[in-house]
Each structure stands twice: as C-alpha cells, then as structure tokens.
C-alpha cells in the first residue's frame, strides 16, 4: 500500500510539474512570414521573430500572406481544446477586399454556401458578417497592398466558428470580392487590438483560457 501511495505522490508531482511547465504566447505574426520554424532558403519563419522556448509550437496556422493572432504553446490538450471540429470557437477576421463590398455579398458571406476545400465541396456555416464605414487600425503591412487609382477597396469583418484551409479569401471571392489583406484579428475575446505586428505576449494559462473561452 506504502508503495502504491509513494507511486501515486510520484505522479501527481510530475504531473504538476508538466503543468507549471506550460508556456503561452501570443503573436502577431507579420506578413509574409511562414508558420514553422523550421529553415526555409529565402523565407522568413517564427523562428526569425523571436527565441520561443524549443518545445512550443503553433496552435493552428495563418498562411503565409495572412497576418494577426497565432497562439504558440507546449501544451497540447489547447489545440485540441481549440481546433477540434466539435469545439467551436469563434474566429474574427478583418479583410481588405477589392472593390466596395454590397449587402448582398455580406448577406451571402453570412448563410453559407459551398466551396471547396482540399478538392471536396465544403458548405460553410452561418457567419457574421459586417461592413466597416471606416478602416480599421491596424499594424502597417510591409510592403503595403498595391494601390489602384481605379479600383477601390473596403474592409470587412468576418467571424467563422470554423477554419477550413484558405477559406476566408475562398469566401470573399465566391462573392466577388477578392481578399487583398487578412488578419486573424480575435479568436473568443483574445484580441490582437494595440499589438504590432511581430508583437509578442506570454500569458499565464488561467488568463489566455478565459479569453478563449476554454474550460481548464
């Protein structure tokens, strides 16, 4: 009995010690930087912004020409927590798209309708959408969307319960409007409003699970 009870003391210490052991970072990954740190000839990676602990990794991926929120951490139970299909959490993004955006596209953007996805029809779920009267404030993109003196942009905001691969420019552009900058700009209450892009925050496990809405 003596031994089992020293075993199970054993365990939890190692346990807690794994748990106290977590890190959690949040960046604001810039343009044309590639989710990976593994050496890319001629490309920039996470591994060029900042010197992350060797055993964190990204939870979930931008595209290379994406910016905005990109979660890194060591503890695996959060990219189930947060990716898994069956867990939906919301994701808001703000895209500059070409042209001025109609209700009618914002109406379509919101139903759902088919696109496809790694070569297999997808019918995506209902979604927020909304114009923006304004630009928002956002980090400067280097280099900047290339101007067209006849071609007029706006932006939009987007929130999806889902992350399908490309799907937001997919989106915009099934309506017409192709997507010329994105930024993943929340996910839950996370918010990557008053950081920079290259900006990067450690957080403690309780606070970033409560942003995102997570049961520890």
Request: aromatic share 8%; charged share 30%.
């Amino acid at each position: 009995m003596k031994i089992g009870n020293l075993f199970d003391i054993e365990m939890l210490k190692e346990k807690l010690q794994r748990t106290d052991s977590y890190k959690y970072f949040v960046l604001y990954k810039p343009f044309k930087v590639l989710c990976q740190f593994s050496h890319c000839e001629g490309k920039r990676t996470l591994k060029d912004l900042f010197e992350f602990p060797k055993d964190v990794y990204p939870v979930g991926r931008l595209d290379e020409n994406s910016e905005g929120l990109l979660i890194l951490t060591n503890d695996t139970a959060l990219n189930n927590k947060l990716l898994a299909p069956e867990n939906e959490h919301t994701r808001t993004y703000l895209a500059q798209v070409e042209g001025i955006m109609t209700d009618e596209a914002l109406k379509r953007l919101e139903s759902g309708f088919a696109i496809k996805v790694r070569g297999e029809r997808h019918k995506t779920k209902s979604a927020f959408a909304k114009y923006l009267i304004e630009d928002p404030i956002v980090p400067e993109r280097v280099p900047p969307i290339r101007f067209r003196k006849n071609s007029p942009t706006s932006w939009i905001e987007l929130s999806l319960t889902e992350g399908k691969n490309h799907q937001v420019r997919k989106m915009t552009a099934a309506v017409n409007f192709p997507t010329l900058r994105l930024i993943r700009w929340k996910i839950e209450s996370l918010t990557a409003e008053k950081m920079n892009s290259g900006d990067v925050i450690e957080l403690e496990k309780t606070d970033l699970y409560n942003l995102l809405k997570l049961s520890k």
